[in-house]
């Protein structure tokens, strides 16, 4: 559940959908009106592209805030949004863009070149922005030429600039809007702005009550236009109700009191499938699950750790069946990971299944590190989380058959999120889901230590952030996919983690919904969305 | 004693006990493992990233300056600003304040609806047929857990003969009344249980007791008898008990919020202490002492006006 609220993604995709309009074209046309009206779990929090962390926000800011850029359908290269053409010198160090003519915010007034300067310099500012400015961190200085033109300095070649500039925290905003809100300084002005903003994305917000209701209208100033010859999006409106519940949201699908519903339990996704009435769609999403350890020699307690030794983490690898764990937990809908990246992140490689289930090479690996009788080993587990209860239960059967005995340990989430700050755990669960496209951010947190420790396992090769530091200014593709590679490698090998598996997003909607597109980050496409009436 | 001095003795008692209440809610949410900085950053914060949230939160400074902190917002009633939601505590209960109270007020109209002609049946039927299924109606619905029951009146009202709607509120007044009908049945249901034993018992009692026996014989009309005599004797230990369970259909209300998607008090609670986002609930647990302090006194006065040996 924290997952949901906590912390991910982000993306560039608004436009991702544009392309896939093209590509998944309706066999009949698109109509226009009405209000598409969806069931989220959490309501949102701080409607401000520079501000925004968790997934309820991140997840729909695109459609509240344009980017220059837009993430294609495949997240591998970037298409223009509010900017028409990107120039890269050479060296990567200068990047000028041409914007779009005649472009406005959702009141009608112009986007102009100094807004774009603005909305990037917040973001990037170490006071003005937030938990995501790193992902415009490269950027040295911005300037504008003229009515149309922004050129970014960069401190030094990013090879990652153009899809942070296609994620939600590039969002273009209003100076003279946000300037005009009440409040003494930019951070109370931001405040007030972000209870009522107006961006350039292709709706607007129109009302919110919290934790209740939030509805967005169509922008009628937006500048893509549809096959029918008028601009997008065809919805007047979309209203998001917040039903944190599970049974109770997928009930009011049932009903027909809501037309969309998201975070459908997987337990029910096979119910909803055969449900004539409705659209069960699993997207696929760049999100794993996975079980971390803590590889320190000795925990908190000071007790010697078994998962120190590469060994045991290689057998308990081993000795975990993920086709069950698939079946188990995700209802089949799950793949099992190949490498500690989603498969969609680019330059992830795999080559099939990690630690395919193998229960001899398990035991024997136990036995050479001299645990031939197997030990006690703890994972925490969030209270009340049946997906977690599932996991760690099948992982308890799985491991008793190579004698390491499972201990759950039940934690409600902060306690659970303080213990793993401070290391004091020997697993947990984990959940991943990327915000931008690009194996940087996920490998930061995950396999790079001097930051947060390896995702606070403890586990450090030299050469893997050698490596990242590296790859982080790579601009040859041919190069940084070769690191990217080469870190894929040694992680799975030292296993600081067992590898699990990826799961899709479950978003159940009555049939006459259509083109409704959540793309690999999380994002969430209203764009080209429809209702068939 | 007059009435006057009565009041300002328990206005006396509200101020210390909310003073209490403060000490205590403070103590309990900073003793909590965990705190708001980590579940706002997430798994993935770096330290970097935790120390300067700790600090820009003001959460590095000591405890007794955030104590001291806490007394002053509390003091202003502002309460300070929600770090998960970020806008001001106060706005936010005053948003959600309402619905609460609305739900759980109908639930306590419908709590008394339905356990008073239950209990005058059964009492006046003591031991027999319908008795006795009366009592084991109540028994069942006190031991079902509350979500439970929410669930299931969703499931068959709601979902399946779609009398009421799954969940939510409406727009306006009248549009509540119908939308909080099932979560406010739901939160009455073992209220009423509760209600109805003890009335059925007090009935009981007083449907033996001499006056009674002596106003019959009089021959007063018996809805006369039951009327002036028997509930009113008998509705004053059931008012006592409604009063103290007032505090415990907050609690309730917690549940039923999060079950039928109503966005209340209850709601907010829960999430905030999840989010541990000590200004909400702290500010959140003031105003509900208050209430439920300022629901006791009225108690009390009922009580005063029903049974006049109680003002002596």
Same mark, same amino acid.
């Given at each position: 559940m924290k997952h949901r609220t906590i912390g991910l993604l982000s993306s560039a995709l608004a436009l991702a959908l544009a392309t896939s309009t093209f590509l998944t074209a309706p066999a009949h046309a698109a109509q226009r009106g009405g209000t598409l009206v969806f069931a989220r779990v959490a309501d949102n929090i701080f409607l401000d592209p520079a501000h925004t962390a968790q997934n309820a926000d991140i997840w729909i800011s695109l459609n509240l805030y344009d980017t220059l850029l837009i993430a294609t359908a495949d997240g591998k290269a970037t298409e223009p949004g509010l900017a028409t053409d990107t120039k890269v010198a050479p060296d990567g160090k200068t990047l000028t863009f041409t914007m779009r003519p005649n472009i406005k915010f959702a009141d009608g007034s112009p986007i102009l070149v100094s807004d774009v300067k603005w909305s990037l310099d917040r973001a990037r500012g170490?006071?003005?922005?937030?938990?995501?400015a790193f992902l415009l961190a490269s950027i040295d200085s911005i300037d504008t030429q003229g009515a149309d033109t922004v050129t970014l300095h960069m401190k030094h070649a990013d090879p990652t600039i153009l899809q942070a500039l296609a994620t939600f925290n590039a969002g273009i905003m209003s100076e003279k809007l946000v300037m005009a809100a009440?409040?003494?300084?930019l951070a109370e002005k931001s405040k007030a702005f972000a209870e009522h903003p107006i961006g350039s994305g292709p709706f607007v917000l129109t009302s919110w009550k919290r934790n209740a209701e939030l509805v967005m209208s169509r922008n %009628? #100033?937006?500048?893509k236009i549809a096959p029918d010859g008028k601009?997008?999006?065809?919805?007047d409106a979309v209203k998001f109700v917040n039903i944190p519940d599970d049974a109770t949201r997928v009930l009011k699908l049932k009903a027909g009191e809501v037309d969309a519903v998201e975070f459908v339990p997987y337990s029910r996704a096979a119910e909803l499938k055969a449900d004539p009435k409705l659209n069960m769609v699993l997207f696929p999403a760049a999100q794993i699950n996975y079980f971390a350890m803590n590889?320190?020699?000795?925990?908190k307690d000071g007790s010697k750790n078994p998962l120190n030794d590469v060994r045991v983490r290689q057998a308990l690898n081993y000795a975990t069946d993920k086709e069950a764990i698939i079946q188990v937990v995700s209802y089949g809908t799950g793949t099992p990971q190949?490498?500690?990246?989603?498969?969609?992140?680019?330059?992830a490689v795999g080559n099939?299944?990690?630690? %395919? #289930?193998?229960i001899t090479k398990a035991k024997k690996l136990l036995a050479d590190a001299g645990y031939p009788k197997g030990f006690e080993v703890t994972c925490m587990v969030l209270a009340g989380s049946a997906d977690d209860t599932a996991k760690v239960a099948s992982l308890q059967q799985m491991w008793a058959d190579v004698g390491v005995t499972l201990k759950a340990e039940q934690l409600e989430s902060a306690t659970r999120l303080a213990r793993y700050a401070a290391s004091d755990y020997q697993m947990r669960t984990g959940l991943w889901t990327n915000d931008?496209?690009?194996?940087n951010e996920i490998t930061s947190v995950i396999?790079?230590?001097?930051?947060r420790q390896s995702a606070r396992t403890g586990w450090q090769s030299k050469r893997v952030d050698e490596l990242f530091e590296m790859s982080q200014e790579e601009l040859d593709p041919a190069k940084r996919a070769a690191e990217y590679a080469e870190i894929q490698k040694i992680y799975a090998e030292a296993?600081?983690?067992?590898f699990t598996m990826e799961v899709p997003y479950p978003v159940a909607m009555l049939k006459?919904?259509?083109?409704f597109q959540q793309i690999p980050l999380g994002n969430n496409i209203f764009l080209n969305t429809y209702l068939d009436k | 004693m007059n009435i006057l001095a009565i009041l300002a003795r328990r206005l006396l008692h509200i101020a210390a006990t909310v003073v209490l209440v403060a000490l205590l809610i403070f103590v309990l949410m900073h003793f909590l493992p965990g705190d708001p900085v980590m579940m706002l950053l997430g798994?993935?914060?770096?330290d970097e990233q935790i120390a300067n949230m700790r600090h820009r939160l003001g959460f590095d400074r000591s405890v007794v300056e955030q104590f001291w902190e806490f007394l002053k917002m509390t003091a202003s009633l502002q309460f300070g600003e929600s770090v998960?939601?970020?806008?001001?505590v106060i706005s936010l209960i005053v948003d959600r304040l309402p619905i609460t109270l609305m739900l759980t007020s109908m639930a306590v109209v419908l709590a008394v609806l339905i356990a008073a002609p239950l209990a005058f049946i059964a009492a006046l039927r003591q031991g027999g047929i319908a008795d006795a299924i009366i009592r084991v109606i109540s028994q069942v619905s006190l031991s079902m857990p509350v979500f439970y029951i929410g669930l299931i009146l969703l499931i068959t009202?709601?979902?399946?003969?779609?009398?009421?709607?799954?969940?939510g509120i409406g727009e306006n007044f009248f549009q509540n009344l119908y939308y909080l009908f099932l979560p406010a049945l739901t939160l009455a249901l073992s209220l009423s249980a509760i209600l109805l034993r003890n009335l059925r018992e007090a009935l009981i009692e007083v449907l033996q007791a001499d006056y009674v026996s002596f106003a019959t014989a009089k021959g007063l009309m018996r809805h006369t008898v039951l009327g002036r005599h028997v509930l009113r004797n008998a509705w004053i230990s059931t008012i006592t008990l409604l009063g103290l369970h007032v505090g415990s259909l907050v609690g309730g209300a917690v549940i039923t919020e999060t079950v039928f998607a109503i966005p209340g008090v209850g709601r907010l609670m829960i999430d905030s202490i999840f989010a541990r986002d000590y200004a909400v609930v702290q500010g959140l647990t003031m105003i509900l002492a208050v209430m439920v302090s300022i629901v006791f006194l009225a108690v009390d006065a009922l009580q005063a006006l029903l049974d006049p040996r109680v003002s002596a």
């Open positions: 170490k006071d003005t922005g937030d938990e995501f009440p409040g003494a300084n %009628p #100033y937006y500048w601009p997008l999006p065809y919805l590889t320190r020699p000795t925990l190949q490498s500690f990246m989603p498969m969609s992140t680019p330059l099939g299944p990690l630690y %395919p #289930y193998d931008i496209n690009d194996p396999a790079y230590y001097p930051t296993a600081p983690i067992i006459k919904v259509k083109d | 798994d993935r914060a770096s998960s939601m970020k806008v001001p009202l709601a979902a399946g003969l779609r009398w009421f709607p799954v969940g």
